[in-house]
Nanobody, 123 residues
Framework: QVQLTESGGGSVQAGGSLRLSCRQLGSIYSVYCMGWFRQGPGKEREGVAAIDSDGHSSYADSVKGRFTISRDNAKKTLYLQMTNLKLEDAATYYC?????????????????WGKGTLVTISS
């Protein structure tokens, strides 16, 4: 059974940076489609970024140029480097995986989720 555990959340000032990590436990393989999602207060969950097993990535327009998703398959860890953070980036960030595919398909629901890590932004 695959488990995803996020870390790296915290409080930062607007304009600052944070790096989130997502450790994958319980699986021999790590070559899944993986992604980061977020849900802010009173908002619906939205996709932030996704990455294929070969490293090809995609981003929501709201974070392009500021966030970078990456993965270390040997360490079974997914990362999200966030820079120039804005107040509207405040949310709980979730790591997710689609264990059935290696190349992400836009709109296809993920089947495995972490519990989330909270990011708060102050002005």
């Amino acid at each position: 059974q695959v488990q995803l555990t996020e870390s790296g959340g915290g409080s930062v000032q607007a304009g600052g940076s944070l790096r989130l990590s997502c450790r994958q436990l319980g699986s021999i393989y790590s070559v899944y489609c993986m992604g980061w999602f977020r849900q802010g207060p009173g908002k619906e969950r939205e996709g932030v970024a996704a990455i294929d097993s070969d490293g090809h990535s995609s981003y929501a327009d709201s974070v392009k140029g500021r966030f970078t998703i990456s993965r270390d398959n040997a360490k079974k860890t997914l990362y999200l480097q966030m820079t120039n953070l804005k107040l509207e980036d405040a949310a709980t960030y979730y790591c997710a995986a689609d264990l059935l595919i290696s190349r992400c398909i836009p709109g296809r629901p993920m089947d495995t989720w972490g519990k989330g890590t909270l990011v708060t932004i102050s002005s």
